[in-house]
C-alpha cells in the first residue's frame, strides 16, 4: 500500500508543480507579482517534493511515474482558491492517511517523504490563505520566499540557522522571488 501511496504523492506533487508554475505566469500577467512569487515557490517545494518521493521509490525497487494532466490556468483568485483546496486536502487528508499507512508497514523512508510534505503542505496553504485574505496587497511587486532543498519546507523568512522540519542547515534554503 505504501508504494501506492508513493506513486500517487509523486504523481500529485509533479502535477502540482506543473499547475502552480503556470498559475504563477497569470499571475504575473495580471499583475499579481507577489502572488507570482509564491506560487513559483511553491512550484519548487512541490518539486523537492516529487523528487523525494521518487528517491523512496527507487530505494524500494520501483520506478517513479507521473501522469502530467493538461492545466487550466484560471484568474489568480481562481488559481489560489484551487491551490489553498489542494494543499488542505494534502495536508487534512491524503498526507496523513498515507503516514499512518507507513507507520502500519514500518516503511521509514516513506514515512519521512511524507512528513516532510505534510509540514510544507500546511505552511502553503496558510500562504495561499493570506494571499486570498490580502490580494491586494500582493499586487505592487514581488515577494521573496525561501524553500529548502532537502524537504521543501517554504517560509517568508529565513530560520536562524536550521530548517524547523528537517534540520537542514539554513545553507540548504533557496531564494525564489
Known sequence: MTIDNLQAAFDGE????????GYAKKADE???????????AAAAAEAIHAASHAMVLKRLG???KANIKTVNVGDTRQNLLD????????RDTMYP??????????????????????AAEAEHARLYQQALDELEGWKAEKRTFYVCEVCGWTCEQLPAERCPVCHAKREKFKTIN
Not at 30 to 40: E, I, K, N, P, T
Not at 97 to 118: C, H, R, V, Y
Open 14 to 21: 509533479s502535477n502540482a508543480r506543473n499547475k502552480y508554475q
Open 30 to 40: 495580471q499583475g499579481y507579482l507577489g502572488v507570482a512569487s509564491l506560487f513559483r
Open 62 to 64: 520501483h520506478e517513479a
Open 83 to 90: 491551490a489553498l483546496a489542494g494543499e488542505t486536502y494534502e
Open 97 to 118: 492517511e498515507f503516514i499512518k499507512q507507513a507507520q502500519a508497514e514500518s516503511q521509514k523512508g516513506a514515512l519521512m517523504t511524507f512528513q516532510g510534505a505534510l
